[in-house]
Each structure stands twice: as C-alpha cells, then as structure tokens.
C-alpha cells in the first residue's frame, strides 16, 4: 500500500461512485468538513469510479480503462481526498496490481502518491489532531477492512475521541469483515449474510446511539441488513459526524 | 449446459449449525490465543513477519541452489534423497522402499503433502497397513473423513462424535470424556508404533545448510513414529527450504505462535540422518523425498509468494469465511485463504476446477494481516480471478454480475450521468421487481436497497457553488 505524500490545502474531491448514486448526504457533509478546513476544493466533474469492482470480479482490462480514466480525471499535483477508505485502497494498491505490466505504471503510482482517505488527509496531512464542536453520544465505529495497513482507523479515532460528548465504544471482533465484498455479497449470498449478521451484532452490543463508518460501501451493507432487520440504531458516516459536530459550536 | 452452482456457499447453507458454531468458536479462540502470544512475546511482530517473509522469499528466489546444497548436506548425513516430480512418483518411491526393507507396517505422522498425494490409499491398495498417528488425522483416518484444517484436522468435529467412532473402532466403551478418549487412542496407538516397520513424517522446515529436518508436534507422535522402526522416511515439498541453521529460531518463534498461540510445540525435533553408529535406538534408513507436485510451475508464476507458507492456519482461523463454511467447502487438501490461493495452481484435474476458491472471499485482508510471512493473500485472489477471467473459467463469474457495460459508462462522463438519472427509475419501481436481476434479488434476500440519489451531490454542489461556497 503505497501511503500518500501529497499535501497542501488545494486539493481534488474523489465523491465516490456511492455517494454520486446513493449518498449524496455524505459526500456533501465530507466537502463542507473540507471546506471548515479552509481547503481549496475542486471537484471534477468527469468523475465516475475508482475501478475496483472490476478489479476486484477479474475483468482488469474493464478495470484498466476506469483507472485510466480516473487518473486522467485527477490529473495534477494536488492531494485527492476521498471519504472512503476503499476506493482510497483502489487508487493507492489494487489499481497498481493491475497496472504491473503496463507502460503507464508511473502515472496510475502518482495518483497512488495523492490519494487520502478524509480523515488521514485531516489527521496525517493537515497534522489536525483534536476537532472542534460536540457532538453527543455513544458511537460504534467500524473499523472498514480496506483501511487495513493505512492510518485511516486510528486517524479517525484521533478524530473522533477529540469531540466533546462524544464516546466511543468497543466494537468486538473489530478485525472480521462486515461481508460485503463488492460482487462477493451477491455471489456468495449466504456466507455474505452470515458475516454481515455477526457484524450487525459487534456493531450494536453496547447499544451505542450511532453506528459509525468510514465506508458507505460497508453500510450499504450492513446498513441494508439493519434495516431489513428492524434495528433502529442511526448510521452516520464519519464525516457526518464531523459536520454535526461543527453546527454544535 | 446445467447452470453452476456456488458450491462453497451451497456447502455453508448446509452445513449443520453445530458444526458451524464448533469451527467458529475454535477459530475465534485461535485467533485471539495468536495476537496474545505474538503481542506479549515482541515488541512488533510485524517486523518479525517481515523479516520472515524476506527470508522465505530469498530461499525461494534461490530455491535451485539451496535444494543442491540440501540434497549434499543431506547425503554427507547419510541420508538418501529422493525426487519425486509429482505424487504418483513419490508414493511409488515410498512403496519401493518399503519393499526393499521387507516392510509392511507404517506408522505416520501428521504432513500435508503426503494428503496432496493421498499416500495411505495408497499404500493400503498395495498392501501396507498406514496407521495416522496424529489424534485428529487418526480420527479423520477411520471415519474415512478428510482434513478440514491442516493444524487442526478436526475442527470440524466434536468429542462425542469422536467417541462414538472410537467406540465403533473397539478402542473401548464410549465416553465424551477428552481424557479418557486420548487415553484411549494412546494405549491403541502405542502398539502400533512397535509394530511397525516404518515411520513416516513430514517435515515444517529443511535447513539446506545443515542437512537437516526440523518437526513440530504437540503429541510428540513424530518422534514415537521413529523410535521403535528401522526407516525413516520424509516427504517434503521443494519449497520448506530455509537457508541456514540460524534461521530456524525466527521461524519456530512464529509458526507455534501464529498456529496455536504456542511460543513453541511441546515437541521440537532436529533430524539430521539415520542413527548413528553410538545409538542403540533410531531408524538404520533415512530417506528424504522432495516433492514437486506443481511447486515449479508455481514458482515460475505470478502467484510464487504462496510458496512462502509455513501452514501454521492463522489465515484459516481468522477468516471469515472460512468460519461459516468450514474447511470442507474447498474441496481440496488446503482449505481457507492459502488454499484458495494453491489448491486451484496445484489441482491434479486442472484450474478450471477449482477457479471458485478464489472468489471465496471479500478480500478483506485479514488474512494478509496475520500470515507469518506476509503473504499477499488478496493480491494472489485477485490475479487468480484475473486468471480465471482471462482463461474463461465458468467458475470464475458464477452469480457474478459481468461489468464490462459498466466500465463502458465509467470511462464516459456524458453516459455516467445519463445512467445517474436513470437509476432514479429505483425509487418508483416496487423494489420487487428489481428482482428480475439475479444479483438485486440475491442482494435483497436479506438486505434493503439504499433510496437511489444519483447526482444530487452534484446538484447541491452547483447550487452551493453559484452561493459562492461556504457562507
């Protein structure tokens, strides 16, 4: 995993293919918490997907062609901030895999080199450690697989124990996987469900009032589960929080 | 054609939830027992990985040189070693040593390859009594059941199963008793060690410099397999070599720790060659087969890095899915993420017949995370995919939405948002009638659909914009 160097408050806003479809909510909540932060946002408007799901199915020549539109998409100098710790993994290792023979290499390890996820762009990139507001209530955060070898959890933590009225709780078994997987929910769907099941119960064992996450990819799903399920616990992303915390000053 | 099923999650719906909850618990335990060891015993074991994995890497990049050394450092030991390309020859090698020694009794410890090759089918087709004598594969011996882990054979069953087939077996009267039972396979096993003729084992590393085997046990049945018999013989894969004597204690400190939580087996052993002239006791044979079985080809792919593995399990136990389906559903000698990755390279019936493996999973990295030797489990998966794509594997995209239309619309900005304002045609639709698509309908089986927003976060944002951003 390549870990971004990249700095500077003029930057470029990855929305995320999720939140362009689904979570529209978020990626506004992350663009305003940028925008607190007195960064220089642009968004462009060419955007689509980081590539992963193709990657990730084994179709690397549909998953090239994504990749090299994203990279051509974010052209330049400046941090890309995404507020997912996946597509930050796609753009930073797996898009790399798939590039290894490839004349282009350099340019897709470039991007590589700007890509941060939000709160490691805040944390690590901006050296912001504490965070300004309130915000009340116990909190779950689920530690998103994809964050595995980055800062990102342990930034978001930083994060988020910094607010005041804010409590985190334990989360068992933070280490297993919610079940999503991308295609894998669909494919495997009963081994799917059987995880998201179990993480539904980490998540909500200490009944906190929120359930927190730094992937909306991973609360699709077991948000999705939640809900079919009846259990009522609010989710937020960790930038929703951020934002709420900020009107609470 | 009939339609294909996904076998490993078939195998898990059916898996009965005792079973299940047994191979999850003990998995989960395993896993915890494994960062308490590693954690409490070093400062950052992930420096030890990493230090293990370049070694393991090094052995393996070098691995013709180091196999010609070992194979002279062994025979200065006296020992005769054999090479075998693949299982067929290396059970007939065993055979014919057995035969020359006039042996027909084999008492055998626990080794992963001699599974590969299926030796005690083997063997008993041609006559020889094979006795496992490792409790869990005895277990598996007798109830004609296969490995479901490869630390822990049978995980996959309970005590009083066990005690029913020990009862079957007229080992004694049944009892759920775990120390009753290995007293019983004790006093049945310790009879055959006197017995036989051979013993047989595996080997957890071959030190190239020295010449000599190093196996761990919890049972001490390797070292009992060679106490009472005149050969000796080893079956090892080309690829346990590790350079040097002084490596051994790296990889020790991290194979009991990651596979049990052990800081170490309760049994260690050195084997360097048949006994000598001043021992009353031991083997007057020492034979050492290495073991090819598809590891060059393996070698010379883009999946080497599997090679590095010391099967301690660690993958297995902390994967999720392996702890719902069991290590059954891979239908292979290595089950969990490190079979996922070797099992389909080294299947006798071809790739294509296992390409399933590799999608079974998330690729959430856990695996990764706890290998002793830091093998990137993930990447191997998903180059495997690529494989299974590129070599039209049928196996490779069961119930698996194809995305070439997708990445048609994700390289094309103008068709991208078309298809965000298509996909508002969600939210009116009843959510059922999605359900004409096999992956909406496996998808909502258990899980709601988020309300479809497509672009409004662009929206908002030209609003905002116009605004002149934050006020």
Partial sequence: ?249 | MAKLEQAIDNHAANLDEETREAVRLASKAKTEKRVNALWTDFDDPNALRKLASQVRQHALDNLPDYLEQAEAAFQKNGVQVHWAEDGDQANAIVLDIMRRRGASKVVKSKSMVSEETELVPFLEKHGMEAVETDLGEYVVQIDGDHPSHIVTPIIHKNRRQVGRSFEREGLGEYTEDPLELTRMARRHLRQKYLDADVGMTGANFVVAESGRIVLVTNEGNARFSMAATKTHIAMVGIEKIIPREQDVPLFLSLLGRSATGQPLTVYTQFIGGPKSASQEEGPEEMHLIFLDNGRSDILASNCKEILRCIRCGACMNVCPVYRQTSGHAYRSVYPGPVGAVLSPLLNKAGFPDLADLPKASSLCGACQEVCPVDIPIPDLLLRLRNKGKQEHAPKTSINTPGLSFWALAATQPAAWKTGLKLGHAMNVVPHALLDVNPSAKSWRSTRELPPFRGGDFRSWLKAHEKKGGAS
């Avoid at chain 1, 797996?94 to 700007?114: K, M, N, Q, T």
């Avoid at chain 1, 809900?227 to 929703?240: A, E, I, M, N, W």
């Fill in chain 1, 1 to 249: 995993m390549i870990q971004p160097t990249a700095k500077g408050k003029r930057i470029k806003f990855m929305m995320t293919c999720l939140c362009d479809a689904f979570y529209a909510d978020v990626a506004q909540a992350s663009y305003e918490v940028l925008e607190h932060l007195g960064c220089e946002i642009e968004v462009p408007a060419g955007q689509t997907c980081c590539g992963q799901p193709a990657l990730n199915s084994g179709e690397w020549e549909s998953a090239r062609k994504v990749v090299r539109h994203t990279v051509k998409t974010f052209g330049g100098e400046e941090p890309v901030v995404i507020p997912s710790g996946s597509c930050a993994a796609m753009t930073r290792h797996g898009a790399i895999l798939g590039f290894e023979s490839e004349p282009d290499l350099d340019e897709v390890e470039g991007l590589a080199r700007r890509s941060w996820e939000l709160c490691e762009y805040i944390v690590q990139g901006l050296g912001i450690d504490s965070w300004p507001g309130r915000f009340d209530g116990k909190v779950a955060l689920h530690r998103s697989c994809h964050t595995r070898g980055t800062k990102v959890y342990e930034s978001a933590v930083t994060l988020l124990s910094s607010i005041e009225g804010l409590e985190l709780v334990e989360v068992g078994e933070l280490e297993q996987c919610c079940g999503f997987g991308g295609t894998f929910s669909v494919s495997f769907p009963y081994v799917s469900k059987k995880m998201g099941q179990l993480k539904v119960e980490h998540l909500t064992e200490k009944r906190p009032n929120y359930v927190a996450s730094l992937d909306m990819a991973c609360m699709l799903h077991f948000g999705g589960m939640m809900d079919r399920q009846g259990v009522k616990t609010p989710r937020l992303h960790v930038s929703q929080i951020l934002k709420k915390a900020l009107e609470n000053r």
